[in-house]
C-alpha cells in the first residue's frame, strides 16, 4: 500500500475495528484526531459522499500484540466502543493510540507505565485523545494510583515481567467489574527461558485460573512474534443459573 | 337503465351502491367520512406538513428517513451509493488473487453479494516514506481498477497469461492445410503433396 493508491475500508468482526483492502489487506482504526499520525504510521483518508472527511490509521501487527492477536483470530478482544480500559504496560503509546480510537469518545483508556522516558511520549500522546488518562506509576502499586482510576470494563495488560500474573491479579482486584474481562499477552522468555514455551503458558494460564480469572482462549502471536502467546477470558464470571 | 327505474320507485331494489361508475359517488363518500383532524401522512394541511398521528406509521416513517449505516459500533459507517466504478472496484478486489501471481490472500468471506457498509478512499504516506512508499502524480489513479491495470509489471504478466489461455483454447490441426471454402479445395490438396 502506497501513498496515494486507493482502498476499500470495511468493518472487521471485531467491534470498532477496520480493514482496508487493495492490493493487500491492513487492519486500521478510525482516527481520533483526523490529519495527525501517532508514530509514523499510514493513514487512509476518506471522503464521504455528504463532504464530511473521516480518516483510518493503519494498524501494524508487527508493533502491536493486539494487532497481532486479532489477526491470529482471537474470538473476542472485549475491547469496543464505549468500553474502559486499563492498560498496563502502555510503553511509548503505540498501541494505546489504537485502543483509544476503538473506545472512541464515550470510552476511557487508562495507561499504566512505569518508565519515565516511554512514558514522556505516551504524555504527548495523550494530550491530544481527551479518552486517555496516561499514569507514570509501577503496576506493581495500583493504591498509588486508585485515585485516577474508576470501575474498568476491561484490563489489557503487556507489562512482561516475571510475575505478571500477580500484578494483573492485584490490579483486578482493585479496578476490574466482576465479569470484566482481561487480554494479557505472554513473552515466554520474560518468565522462564529454561523450558519451553507451551510449558511456560501453560503455567501461567494455571496462575490466572488460582486468582480467580477464568481464561477462555489462547493464541499464539506466531508470525509477528517469536513465543509469545496471548490469553483471553473473564473475572469473578457469575455462575450460570441452572434451568 | 336499471338504476333510473330504481330511482322513479316504480320497481323496488335494494339500496346497493351502484357497481359501476364508482369512482364519483365513492369519491364523495370519502370526503363526507373524512376526520379534519386525521390527515394520511401525505397530505398537506393548509399547505403545511402534519406529521401522521399513528405512532406505528410515524416510526415507520422515521425509519425511512434514517441513513443506512453499520451502527454504533463501528462508528455508523454509511452504506455508499454503489456506482459503476464502485461496482467494477469491489469486483476486481473480488478477484484480485489472479491479478498478482507473486501475491497470496486469505480466502474471505464467499458471499457472492457486494459488501453493503464500506467507504473508499486514498492512503497518506507518512514523511520518512516520502521516497520509499508513494505513487508519483502520474502513478496515481481514480479508481482501484484503474491503478491495477496501469502496473506495468502486471500487465507483462497478465498478456502472457491471455495468450496461453487463447492458444491452448485454440482448435488443433495445422493451419495451412485447411479447406477455406471450395475454391481453396484443390490447392490445399496440393499443398499437401
Given at each position: 500500500?502506497?501513498?496515494?493508491?486507493?482502498?476499500?475500508?470495511?468493518?472487521?468482526?471485531?467491534?470498532?475495528?477496520?480493514?482496508?483492502?487493495?492490493?493487500?489487506?491492513?487492519?486500521?482504526?478510525?482516527?481520533?484526531?483526523?490529519?495527525?499520525?501517532?508514530?509514523?504510521?499510514?493513514?487512509?483518508?476518506?471522503?464521504?459522499?455528504?463532504?464530511?472527511?473521516?480518516?483510518?490509521?493503519?494498524?501494524?501487527?508487527?508493533?502491536?500484540?493486539?494487532?497481532?492477536?486479532?489477526?491470529?483470530?482471537v474470538?473476542?478482544?472485549?475491547?469496543?466502543?464505549g468500553?474502559?480500559?486499563?492498560?498496563?504496560?502502555?510503553?511509548?503509546?503505540?498501541?494505546?493510540?489504537?485502543?483509544?480510537?476503538?473506545?472512541?469518545?464515550?470510552?476511557?483508556?487508562?495507561?499504566?507505565?512505569?518508565?519515565?522516558?516511554?512514558?514522556?511520549?505516551?504524555?504527548?500522546?495523550?494530550?491530544?485523545?481527551?479518552?486517555?488518562?496516561?499514569?507514570?506509576?509501577?503496576?506493581?502499586?495500583?493504591?498509588?494510583?486508585?485515585?485516577?482510576?474508576?470501575?474498568?470494563?476491561?484490563?489489557?495488560?503487556?507489562?512482561?515481567?516475571?510475575?505478571?500474573?500477580?500484578?494483573?491479579?492485584?490490579?483486578?482486584?482493585?479496578?476490574?467489574?466482576?465479569?470484566?474481562?482481561?487480554?494479557?499477552?505472554?513473552?515466554?522468555?520474560?518468565?522462564?527461558?529454561t523450558?519451553?514455551?507451551?510449558?511456560?503458558?501453560?503455567?501461567?494460564?494455571?496462575?490466572?485460573?488460582?486468582?480467580?480469572?477464568?481464561?477462555?482462549?489462547?493464541?499464539?502471536?506466531?508470525?509477528f512474534?517469536?513465543?509469545?502467546?496471548?490469553?483471553?477470558?473473564?473475572y469473578?464470571?457469575?455462575?450460570?443459573?441452572?434451568? | 337503465?336499471?338504476?333510473?327505474?330504481?330511482?322513479?320507485?316504480?320497481v323496488?331494489?335494494?339500496?346497493?351502491?351502484?357497481?359501476?361508475?364508482?369512482?364519483n359517488?365513492?369519491?364523495?363518500?370519502?370526503?363526507?367520512?373524512?376526520?379534519?383532524?386525521?390527515?394520511?401522512?401525505?397530505?398537506?394541511v393548509?399547505?403545511?406538513?402534519?406529521?401522521p398521528?399513528?405512532?406505528?406509521?410515524?416510526?415507520?416513517?422515521?425509519k425511512?428517513?434514517?441513513?443506512?449505516?453499520?451502527?454504533?459500533?463501528?462508528?455508523?459507517?454509511?452504506?455508499?451509493?454503489?456506482?459503476?466504478?464502485?461496482?467494477?472496484?469491489?469486483?476486481?478486489?473480488?478477484?484480485?488473487?489472479?491479478?498478482?501471481?507473486?501475491?497470496?490472500?486469505?480466502?474471505?468471506?464467499?458471499?457472492?453479494?457486494?459488501?453493503?457498509?464500506?467507504?473508499?478512499?486514498?492512503?497518506?504516506?507518512p514523511?520518512?516514506?516520502?521516497?520509499s512508499?508513494?505513487?508519483?502524480?502520474?502513478?496515481?489513479?481514480?479508481?482501484?481498477?484503474?491503478?491495477?491495470?496501469?502496473?506495468?509489471?502486471?500487465?507483462?504478466?497478465?498478456?502472457?497469461?491471455?495468450?496461453?489461455?487463447?492458444?491452448?483454447?485454440?482448435?488443433?490441426?495445422?493451419?495451412?492445410?485447411?479447406?477455406?471454402?471450395?475454391?481453396?479445395?484443390?490447392?490445399?490438396?496440393?499443398?499437401?503433396?
Amino acid at each position: 500500500m502506497k501513498g496515494g493508491s486507493r482502498v476499500v475500508v470495511q468493518p472487521h468482526r471485531h467491534d470498532g475495528v477496520f480493514v482496508a483492502k487493495g492490493k493487500e489487506d491492513a487492519l486500521c482504526t478510525k482516527n481520533m484526531v483526523p490529519g495527525e499520525a501517532v508514530y509514523g504510521e499510514k493513514r487512509v483518508s476518506v471522503q464521504n459522499e455528504d463532504g464530511s472527511k473521516v480518516e483510518y490509521r493503519v494498524w501494524n501487527p508487527f508493533r502491536s500484540k493486539l494487532a497481532a492477536a486479532i489477526l491470529g483470530g482471537v474470538d473476542n478482544i472485549w475491547i469496543a466502543p464505549g468500553t474502559r480500559v486499563l492498560y498496563l504496560g502502555a510503553a511509548s503509546g503505540t498501541t494505546v493510540s489504537h485502543v483509544s480510537d476503538i473506545v472512541g469518545p464515550t470510552g476511557v483508556v487508562y495507561a499504566v507505565e512505569f518508565s519515565h522516558r516511554s512514558g514522556r511520549d505516551l504524555v504527548n500522546m495523550a494530550k491530544k485523545r481527551t479518552n486517555v488518562i496516561p499514569i507514570i506509576e509501577d503496576a506493581r502499586h495500583p493504591a498509588r494510583y486508585r485515585m485516577l482510576v474508576g470501575m474498568v470494563d476491561v484490563i489489557f495488560s503487556d507489562v512482561a515481567q516475571p510475575d505478571q500474573a500477580r500484578i494483573l491479579a492485584l490490579n483486578a482486584s482493585y479496578f476490574l467489574k466482576n465479569g470484566g474481562h482481561f487480554v494479557i499477552s505472554i513473552k515466554a522468555n520474560c518468565i522462564d527461558s529454561t523450558v519451553p514455551a507451551e510449558a511456560v503458558f501453560a503455567q501461567e494460564v494455571k496462575k490466572l485460573q488460582a486468582e480467580q480469572f477464568k481464561p477462555s482462549e489462547q493464541v499464539t502471536l506466531e508470525p509477528f512474534e517469536r513465543d509469545h502467546a496471548c490469553v483471553v477470558g473473564g473475572y469473578r464470571m457469575p455462575k450460570k443459573q441452572k434451568v | 337503465m336499471p338504476e333510473n327505474k330504481s330511482a322513479i320507485g316504480l320497481v323496488w331494489a335494494p339500496k346497493v351502491p351502484p357497481l359501476f361508475g364508482v369512482k364519483n359517488s365513492s369519491e364523495k363518500m370519502h370526503n363526507q367520512t373524512k376526520d379534519p383532524v386525521l390527515t394520511p401522512g401525505t397530505e398537506l394541511v393548509d399547505g403545511l406538513y402534519v406529521p401522521p398521528r399513528d405512532p406505528r406509521k410515524l416510526n415507520k416513517l422515521l425509519k425511512k428517513n434514517m441513513k443506512d449505516t453499520a451502527g454504533s459500533s463501528w462508528f455508523d459507517m454509511p452504506a455508499l451509493t454503489v456506482t459503476p466504478e464502485i461496482k467494477k472496484d469491489l469486483e476486481i478486489l473480488k478477484l484480485r488473487h489472479v491479478i498478482d501471481p507473486k501475491r497470496h490472500f486469505k480466502k474471505g468471506d464467499n458471499s457472492k453479494a457486494p459488501p453493503k457498509y464500506f467507504q473508499v478512499g486514498t492512503v497518506i504516506e507518512p514523511a520518512s516514506e516520502f521516497f520509499s512508499g508513494r505513487l508519483t502524480k502520474k502513478e496515481r489513479k481514480t479508481t482501484l481498477a484503474d491503478e491495477l491495470l496501469h502496473d506495468d509489471a502486471l500487465k507483462a504478466y497478465r498478456k502472457r497469461k491471455i495468450q496461453e489461455i487463447q492458444e491452448s483454447r485454440h482448435p488443433g490441426g495445422v493451419e495451412k492445410w485447411k479447406n477455406k471454402g471450395r475454391q481453396t479445395w484443390k490447392r490445399a490438396k496440393q499443398r499437401r503433396k
